[in-house]
């Protein structure tokens, strides 16, 4: 998942960043309002995790600006990333006032970082409106456990191509452009050109030869990924 992480706490951002990119997701992090309004407004995300009360702008001392009102702000102009709010503040009134104002789930400080991901698992699936398991020939994908099995195995893949098989897996048979893969595998600062893009999907062709699945290319679009047509 493609993940924008907002916290001004930073241990705890150290801490979260490492335990999601280690899980293998893409992960931007903001520590004030300004940058987080800003990186929110030019990338797409598959989630976002809130703390509600962050300072203003990066100044150590800065004034405290509400969490809600940027989740406000994101509601109004449309997007509907999935939002999961991470915050100290959980009083009943606080939580219900967090929801009202758009986000999908909600987490009381201290938490645990398996029941982070558990519920960014929960948010993706409820955001696809998708099955656990996805099958594409003897591929199996499964969400809860994010594994992608070959047969009974676990298929084994860098984490990159590993990002690229299961964005074509969510769901199977669905085109995804160029521009989507790309900024799956793209950090904030670094931008992945097609020459790359078409690297990774010449590799997992590779890969995937005796999967009883193939990535077909859609001039002008993308590609999709597929179990080849019977000729007969």
Known sequence: MRILLIEDDAVLQTVMLRSLSDAGHRVDAASHLEEAAHFWQVQSYDAVLLDLNLPLN???HAAQGSGLQLLRNARARGDRTPVLVLTARNRTDERIAGLDA????YLGKPFDLEEVEARLRALGR????????????????????????????????????FEVLWELMTPP????????????LSSFDESLGDNALEAFISRLRKKLADSGATIRTLRGIGYVLEAPRDPA
């Open 58 to 60: 990066g100044q150590a």
């Open 102 to 105: 758009g986000a999908d789930d």
């Open 126 to 161: 409820r955001a696809q409106g998708a099955d656990d398991v996805a099958r594409v020939g003897r591929l199996v994908l499964h969400r809860k456990n994010r594994r992608i099995l070959l047969d009974e195995d676990d298929l084994a893949l860098p984490a990159r191509e």
């Open 173 to 184: 048979g669905r085109a995804v452009s160029k521009r989507i893969l790309s900024d799956k």
